[in-house]
C-alpha cells in the first residue's frame, strides 16, 4: 500500500509506484482527498481526487487505487490491511509507525528510494511551471 496526492504524475511518481509494486504482488493506491492535501500542503491539488484517481488507473499502476478518508486517515489501512506499506523518500514514517504499533497491527513501513529529487518531485515542477 502507497498513500500520495500524485498531483501533476511525473517520473518520480512513476518510479515510486513501480519501487513499490516490486515490493509484492498487489498493490494499493491511495490518493489523498482534496481537502487533506490542502491542510497537509497547504495548496489545493491541481486536479479532484476522482481526476487523480483516474490518471493512475489509466497507466495501469495500480492494482487498486483508492481515495483516502475524509477524516480517519487509517481507515484505507483497516479496511485492507495491507502487510507493508512503502513510503516516498519524503513522507514523515513516525506518526505512522507509532500508530500501526498502537494498534497492535503487524505492518512493515519501508521507505523507498529517491529518483533525481533535484528534478521529480512536485513541489519543485509545480514552481517550474508557475502552478
Known sequence: MVFGTFDILHDGHLNFLC???????FLIIVVAQDKNVLAIKGRHPLGTVNQRIKALESRGLGDKVIPGDND???KAIELN???LICLG???DSQGLEDEIIKRGWKIEVKKLKPYKKETNKTSIIRKNNGF
Open 72 to 74: 480517519n486517515f487509517f
Open 89 to 91: 523518500y519524503d513522507q
Open 81 to 83: 490491511m495491507p502487510e
Open 19 to 25: 519501487q513499490a509494486k516490486k515490493q509484492g504482488d
